[in-house]
């Protein structure tokens, strides 16, 4: 049913916490399944995301798309991270099972509200 890249992520999930003073913080869940994800972001001053850490209540797609978003997105600028989709992410893991392509929309969802919220915060600069 999962790839061998989803169970990796799923039992050895990379970047999982929450930054320190994050920078930006997007909270995303979706009530049909009752995955939950917070995704909090550190930016550098040429706003490019020094660090991701993501928490996630959910199955184990969920944790790993969590998972592979974070690394996906850390070391890129705002811009590029903003261009992660959900399609990305699932092919990034060798695909997911179609009842479980809602995790890589949370996932791609998260990320984009920590930069909004990032930007948000940091409008005058």
Known sequence: ???EQVMDH???PRNMGEVEKP????EVGNPQCGDVMR???KVDDDERIEDVKFKTLGCGAAIATSSMVTEMAKGKTLQEAEE???KAVAEALGGLPPQKMHCSNLASDGL???IEDYRSRHKDK
């Open 39 to 41: 995704i909090t972001i």
């Open 112 to 114: 984009k509200k920590a």
């Open 84 to 86: 992660i989709t959900k």
């Open 10 to 12: 799923f039992q050895n």
């Open 23 to 26: 920078d930006g913080v997007g």
């Open 1 to 3: 049913m999962y790839t």
